[in-house]
Every structure is written in C-alpha cells, then in structure tokens.
C-alpha cells in the first residue's frame, strides 16, 4: 500500500504541449483496433512499413515439401532473418521454440488435399487456438473463380468476424487455379474481393504487367507470394518489382528453402524489401554470404 502521506505534488503536466495522436502506418489500417494494429506491427516493421514472411505452411495440402522434409534442421536457422512465420499449428508446436521472438502467422483453413478439389476447404482452427498461440495474424485461402469460390470467401470473412472480436487481424491468401489467368485483371479481382469483405492484409503473385494496378486498388496491404522455385537474381527481382510497384513485402516460401544457400537468399529478400536494394546488388550480396557459407 503506498504510503499517501509522503506523495510529492505532481506537476509535470507540460500544458504548452498538446497529446501527439500517432497516425499508423500501414495502408488502410487507420481505423483499427489497437490489438490489430500492435499485431500488424509484429508482422511489418514500422520502419520501413514492408515484411518479410517465411511460407513454410505447404505441409497442410503437400505433405513434406521438398526443403521441408525437416523443419527443425532446415527452417529454424531461418527464423532469425523472417519477420514472421506463416506456418501451421502442427509444426509451430512441434518445431518452433516458444522463446521465438518473430511473429506468428497461422494457417487456419484447410480439409483438402492435392490428391482432391483444392477449393473445398473448411476452417480448421479454432479462434482458441489462435489466442492460445499468441499468433499476429490467421491465413484463409480464398479461390476467387474457383469450384469453391463462395465457401472460402465466406470461411475468409467468418475469420475477420471473429478475429475482429479478439483482435486479430486475417491475411487472405489468394489462390488461383491451374486452368486460370494469373493477370492483373484476375488479381485485382480477388484482392479487391478479399479486402471489401473485411481481410485485413493480402497474400498474392506479382505478374509483370500492371502489378502497379492490382496494389493501387486493393485499399489495404498486399504481400507478394513466391509462387514455384525460380532462380535467385529472377525472385530477387520479382521482390523488388513488387515493393517498388506497392507491395508492403513479401510471403516467400521455396524460393527461400528451396534456394542452394536459404540463409544467403533470405538476407537477400530482406535487403530488398526493407533497404530498396537494387536486384544485381542483393544478388551480389546473396552470391557474397553463399560463398563465405
Ligand atoms: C498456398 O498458397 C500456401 O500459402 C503455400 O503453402 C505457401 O504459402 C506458398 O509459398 P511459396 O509459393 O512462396 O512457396
């Protein structure tokens, strides 16, 4: 119990200097709660307002991807370059040490395998789980145009409903199928669809022409997808194109661990996206740290 007696008289009140209303950084995202706010903090850094994401969540619909057969010996020497994880509970509680400091995106729509219909997913991750993993963000598959369209729309916007009571933000994760156009007019469908209907951020692929078109009309954050394996200097490339042309980072999965050198290509994509690094230069330093490796 403090002593009332011997409180000094406070006077610091500074009356000449108004209360500063920080503004917050992240496109669109103004008007949101402070927990969603400080969680979106954790994925993309205030400094240079862009992340990046390791995608190492392939295992939900592939089983063991090639370079994540081991998780423990190939991914965790990672961690320390991502901003954040995106990965599913399963490996986080089997794999990911507690102590981490990075942030945690959990996937949470699933029930297809690639042996069926990759649109038919459910959600498969309880809110409480969410909240007991202490996780920034929760990653739906939305298949605009696919044979399941409606169903994952409406697992996406059940997500930001109930994240909304909890403060957690939702990342939709446009999916394109095979036999559909990946172009700018596909993606700014779907990205428009995902953040009309309440998602909070975007995972989606950059395509060469008119990415500019596709970030400028989606009213919050995308992130650009890796997509398959490509070599080094072209994804280096592709993330820069990206955040050059509005893309506030990256969700890279085996352009990553899939690369000859993961820790070299990963500080490579860090040096991109939050230093503007030109493609030949992180290319240079990828080529640099792979050797002294
Ligand atoms: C599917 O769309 C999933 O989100 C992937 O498992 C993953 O995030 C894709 O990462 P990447 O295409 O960069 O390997």
């Given at each position: 119990m403090p002593d009332a007696d011997g409180i000094k008289e406070a006077k610091l009140f500074y009356t000449d200097r108004p209360q500063q209303t920080e503004g917050f950084f992240?496109?669109?995202?103004?008007s949101l709660d402070w927990g969603i706010k400080n969680r979106l903090a954790?994925?993309?850094?205030?400094?240079?307002g862009r992340t990046v994401m390791l995608a190492i969540?392939?295992?939900?619909?592939?089983g063991p991807t090639t370079g994540l057969e081991r998780v423990d010996i190939n991914i965790l020497p990672l961690v320390p370059?991502?901003?954040?994880?995106?990965?599913?509970?399963?490996?986080?509680?089997?794999?990911?040490?507690?102590?981490?400091?990075?942030?945690?995106?959990?996937?949470?729509?699933?029930?297809?395998?690639?042996?069926?219909?990759?649109?038919?997913?459910?959600?498969?991750?309880?809110?409480?789980?969410?909240?007991?993993?202490?996780?920034?963000?929760?990653?739906?598959?939305?298949f605009i145009g696919g044979e399941y369209e409606k169903q994952s729309i409406i697992n996406m916007t059940r997500m930001v409903d109930?994240?909304?009571?909890?403060?957690?933000?939702?990342?939709a994760v446009t999916a394109v199928g095979k036999d559909m156009a990946?172009?700018?007019?596909?993606?700014?469908?779907?990205?428009?669809?995902?953040a009309e209907l309440g998602a909070h951020y975007i995972k989606t692929y950059y395509v060469e022409k008119d990415f500019e078109t596709v970030t400028a009309s989606c009213p919050v954050p995308i992130v650009m997808a890796g997509g398959k394996k490509i070599p080094e200097k072209e994804a280096l490339t592709m993330a820069y194109n990206a955040v050059q042309q509005g893309a506030s980072g990256v969700d890279m999965g085996r352009n990553i661990f899939q690369s000859d050198a993961?820790?070299?290509?990963?500080?490579?994509?860090?040096?991109?996206?939050?230093?503007?690094?030109?493609?030949?230069?992180?290319?240079?330093?990828?080529?640099?740290?792979?050797?002294?490796?």
């Open positions: 992240l496109k669109g995202s103004g954790r994925i993309f850094s205030p400094a240079s969540d392939h295992g939900y619909f592939q370059y991502a901003d954040t994880l995106m990965l599913t509970r399963g490996i986080l509680r089997t794999v990911v040490p507690p102590s981490t400091s990075r942030s945690i995106v959990l996937r949470v729509s699933g029930g297809a395998s690639i042996l069926k219909e990759l649109s038919n997913e459910d959600i498969a991750v309880d809110i409480e789980e969410s909240i007991r993993l202490n996780v920034c963000a929760m990653a739906v598959q939305v109930i994240g909304n009571r909890y403060g957690i933000p939702t990342l990946r172009d700018a007019q596909y993606f700014r469908l779907a990205c428009r669809i995902c993961p820790v070299a290509m990963i500080k490579a994509v860090r040096a991109v996206v939050h230093d503007n690094e030109t493609p030949a230069r992180a290319f240079d330093l990828y080529n640099t740290l792979k050797r002294e490796k």
